[in-house]
């Protein structure tokens, strides 16, 4: 979107056609950052050892429990 576009939105109400197009672009930015998310949720997760396969769903312990 350049300068010019940004300007022209601010300037007034957009007609339908335009509304439908921003609420397009809208909908498609928020589906990357979703997407975006579940990707480093999932780096998150294998980084620190909380993956499907570590056994625990905290993850694996790092530390003995203590006695007493």
């Not at 335009?18 to 997760?45: D, N, P």
Request: one cysteine or more; a positive charge.
């Amino acid at each position: 979107m350049g300068a010019r576009d940004r300007h022209r939105e601010l300037a007034g109400p957009a007609s339908q056609a335009e509304a439908r197009r921003l609420t397009g672009e809208l909908r498609a930015a928020i589906e990357e950052v979703r997407s975006a998310v579940l990707v480093l949720a999932a780096r998150v997760r294998t980084g620190h050892g909380c993956g499907p396969h570590s056994g625990t769903a905290a993850g694996p312990r790092t530390r003995a429990p203590s006695s007493g």
